[in-house]
């Protein structure tokens, strides 16, 4: 594998990651955005101006009402508080407090009750809108869903506003290049930052359906962000077909929230509703969620900074980028910027 690029494998077989090396750079680029002179990155942390709160439809239980109150705070981190449990500690969103990847990124700490699940598309605004420090009180441990992803939530942000703090932003980033593999395919590569205290992407998926294979290369901004957060989860019409007949066995299947209009679903050879995202005639929705809701959401558990450098992402998933965050911890790899 080429070391000057992929840097230094520390969890995955060589033979493996070195295949989906090769596939990773012969895959087409569909979008390239980067921004020619970066904004200066910012000197103090910020919280949001005001409190403000969104309310939407059980992902997990669709019959009830979810709310989110985003609220200002002093504490550092973002911090997850369930107003149905008030003897248990607020949880920080951190890698240390995550419980499971099974499905999504589960986050708990203290009893096994205090638990939010699904916590993705929700943490990926720590990034994206350079938010550092929030309290999210919530009230119970199914998170709302929405038709438009993760666009009303941005829309809270917005309208809340930033607050700017007397504490420097702390930067963090990689001391070295290095590759974590999964054991049955795709992998994630960390490249130091260059200086300018930025943070690149390049972020590829291939899947067997409509999909196909996606590719996107950019500098994360919030402004990106914020006009690629309307991208939805994805699933197959498989998936959606048994939700619809044998699911309805279980409990969890058949209270899901999902619809034909908050996730993507994706046939052998067609969408069987209406993507977003399109580029030149093609939906580049799934990989657009991939790269700043699932990816980011992973980036924003490193609780010691903001993350600066570059990331490389092919055929990952929650799973994979959580145990490479964990990695980079246990190595000792994250070091000031």
């Known amino acids: 594998m080429p070391e000057s690029t992929y840097g230094r494998l520390i969890s995955g077989d060589k033979d493996i990651a070195g295949r989906d090396f090769d596939a990773f750079a012969g895959q087409k680029v569909d979008l390239r955005i980067v921004s020619g002179r970066k904004a200066p990155a910012d000197e103090f942390e910020k919280t949001l101006g005001r409190a403000v709160s969104v309310t939407g439809p059980g992902t997990f239980f669709r019959r009830a009402a979810r709310t989110l109150v985003f609220e200002p705070t002093e504490e550092r981190g973002w911090w997850f508080e369930r107003s149905d449990l008030p003897t248990d500690l607020p949880t920080k969103v951190s890698v240390r407090n995550v419980w499971t990847t099974a499905r999504n990124i589960v986050l708990r700490s203290g009893s096994p009750h205090n638990y939010m699940r699904m916590v993705e598309?929700?943490?990926?605004?720590?990034l994206g809108m350079n938010i550092d420090n929030l309290l999210i009180r919530v009230d119970s441990g199914d998170p709302p869903l929405f038709d438009r992803g993760s666009l009303d939530l941005v829309e809270a942000f917005e309208q809340a506003g930033a607050s700017i703090r007397k504490t420097a932003v702390?930067?963090?980033?990689?001391?070295?290049?290095?590759?974590?593999?999964?054991?049955?395919?795709?992998?994630?590569?960390f490249a130091p930052d260059d200086g300018g205290r930025s943070l690149?992407?390049?972020?590829?998926?291939?899947?067997?359906?409509a999909i196909g294979r996606q590719r996107v290369q950019f500098d994360l901004t919030r402004d990106l962000f914020v006009e690629k957060a309307v991208a939805r989860t994805n699933t197959t019409a498989a998936m959606k077909l048994y939700c619809e007949?044998?699911?309805?066995?279980?409990?969890?299947?058949?209270?899901?929230?999902?619809?034909?209009?908050?996730?993507?679903?994706?046939?052998?050879?067609r969408y069987m509703n209406?993507?977003?995202?399109?580029?030149?005639?093609?939906s580049l929705e799934a990989v657009w969620h991939r790269a700043i809701m699932d990816l980011l959401a992973a980036v924003a558990l490193i609780d010691s900074g903001?993350?600066?450098?570059?990331?490389?992402s092919f055929k990952s998933g929650h799973a994979l980028d959580v145990d490479a965050i964990r990695l980079l911890y246990k190595h000792k790899l994250l070091v000031p910027a």
């Not at 903001?306 to 990331?311: A, C, E």
């Open 200 to 209: 690149s992407i390049d972020c590829a998926i291939d899947f067997k359906d």
């Open 245 to 269: 007949t044998v699911g309805k066995l279980f409990a969890d299947i058949r209270n899901l929230g999902y619809t034909s209009k908050n996730i993507l679903i994706a046939g052998k050879r």
């Open 274 to 282: 209406e993507p977003y995202l399109l580029h030149n005639g093609k």
């Open 121 to 126: 598309h929700i943490i990926a605004l720590k």
């Open 306 to 312: 903001r993350f600066v450098g570059r990331i490389l």
């Open 170 to 189: 702390k930067y963090v980033t990689v001391r070295e290049t290095v590759t974590v593999a999964g054991a049955r395919g795709g992998f994630l590569t």
